[in-house]
């Protein structure tokens, strides 16, 4: 049995069966994991709450390793209902699943995340020119 992803709206936009999210088309398009969620390229998407893709701020928005794009579903299933964002406060990002690699995200510049990962293995002082 399928979980359906929802917009803020209500809409059913996507399914989920295990780790990977399919289109309401039957295309593979992302994958979660531990409440995350990713495209299938391994780019970080947002959170999986209250069956929405939402940004939460402060959580951890590291990539995943890419995954091999599943075969699609033949006949996926079909949601009847619509469902009712109550007290949502996250903003909606689904469509970040749509987001080509290359495609810079409005939330981040360009070199953040490697500034980041700098920052975690200790390198960012040398690399900006501060003495160490």
Do not use: H, W
């Not at 209500?10 to 992302?30: S, T």
């Not at 959580?59 to 009712?84: G, H, L, Q, Y």
């Not at 290359?102 to 510049?109: G, K, L, T």
């Amino acid at each position: 049995m399928a979980d359906f992803l929802f917009s803020a709206e209500g809409e059913a936009r996507a399914f989920r069966i295990g780790n990977l999210i399919y289109g309401m088309d039957g295309a593979a398009i992302g994958q979660i994991f531990a409440e995350r969620v990713y495209r299938l390229d391994g780019g970080f998407v947002g959170s999986l709450y209250r069956n929405m893709v939402v940004e939460k701020p402060e959580e951890d928005t590291s990539d995943r390793p890419a995954i091999r794009r599943p075969p699609a579903f033949a006949n996926p299933p079909k949601c009847r209902f619509r469902s009712k964002a109550v007290g949502i406060s996250f903003p909606d990002v689904f469509d970040r699943l749509f987001l080509t690699p290359s495609a810079p995200r409005a939330d981040r510049r360009p070199s953040q995340r490697r500034e980041e990962e700098d920052d975690f293995f200790g390198f960012a002082p040398a690399r900006r020119g501060a003495a160490g």
